[in-house]
T-cell receptor
Framework: QQQVKQSPQSLIVQKGGIPIINCAYE??????FPWYQQFPGKGPALLIA?????SEKKEGRFTISFNKSAKQFSLHIMDSQPGDSATYFC??????????????FGKGTKLSVKP | DSGVTQTPKHLITATGQRVTLRCSPR?????VYWYQQSLDQGLQFLIQ???????AKGNILERFSAQQFPDLHSELNLSSLELGDSALYFC?????????????FGPGTRLTVT
């Protein structure tokens, strides 16, 4: 079944903390895993993405960890700031298209970073 | 600003009515996607067009239809509206049409059906 399961649904951390958001997928045809960030009243925006040939990818304070055998991936936000407060969505697709070529999104995690 | 524009920003209509949502993709992008976002279902992919042709269909109801015009803008038509159709509708665009293409989302249209 085409599904991406995301947890937790919501997360509250103090400034400087490291929130971790987890996602799991079932379809082995997925080989592209982006994370999107959405602020209230705005559309989602691509934050960072990973493909299964690497187990970790860092861009600034954002890191994706990927475990191919477990079919899980996670987002870590280092030194989190109040400005990171947003809803984060993981997603999965087949990179080159085909029947799984469309992004399947997790249900989102609402992150609140307290000052 | 993603470069994707959507109109209108808000739409309030009654059950049974028909509405049209409009999307203009980023300059140079050939692919347009439509998504529905609701609190309980999250972001649901509806349909994708690539250079005027339908590329993929997701969880789109038969009451809904879309098209992409020669100038690459797209319209999503929602008919026989029900209360449950109230949601945020997002359009996204990308240069390519495959799963690895970066999608840029518009600001959305909030539809309220009363």
């Amino acid at each position: 079944q085409q599904q991406v399961k995301q947890s937790p649904q919501s997360l509250i951390v103090q400034k400087g903390g490291i929130p971790i958001i987890n996602c799991a997928y079932e379809n082995t045809a997925f080989d592209y895993f982006p994370w999107y960030q959405q602020f209230p009243g705005k559309g989602p925006a691509l934050l960072i993405a990973i493909r299964p040939d690497v187990s970790e990818k860092k861009e600034g304070r954002f890191t994706i960890s990927f475990n191919k055998s477990a079919k899980q991936f996670s987002l870590h936000i280092m030194d989190s700031q109040p400005g990171d407060s947003a809803t984060y969505f993981c997603a999965a697709s087949s990179y080159y298209g085909g029947s799984q070529g469309n992004l399947i999104f997790g249900k989102g995690t609402k992150l609140s970073v307290k000052p | 600003d993603s470069g994707v524009t959507q109109t209108p920003k808000h739409l309030i209509t009654a059950t049974g009515q028909r509405v049209t949502l409009r999307c203009s993709p980023r300059s140079g992008d050939l692919s347009v996607y439509w998504y529905q976002q609701s609190l309980d279902q999250g972001l649901q992919f509806l349909i994708q067009y690539y250079n005027g042709e339908e590329r993929a269909k997701g969880n789109i109801l038969e009451r809904f239809s879309a098209q992409q015009f020669p100038d690459l803008h797209s319209e999503l038509n929602l008919s026989s509206l029900e209360l449950g159709d109230s949601a945020l509708y997002f359009c996204a665009s990308s240069v390519g049409g495959t799963g690895g293409s970066v999608q840029y989302f518009g600001p959305g249209t909030r539809l309220t059906v009363t």
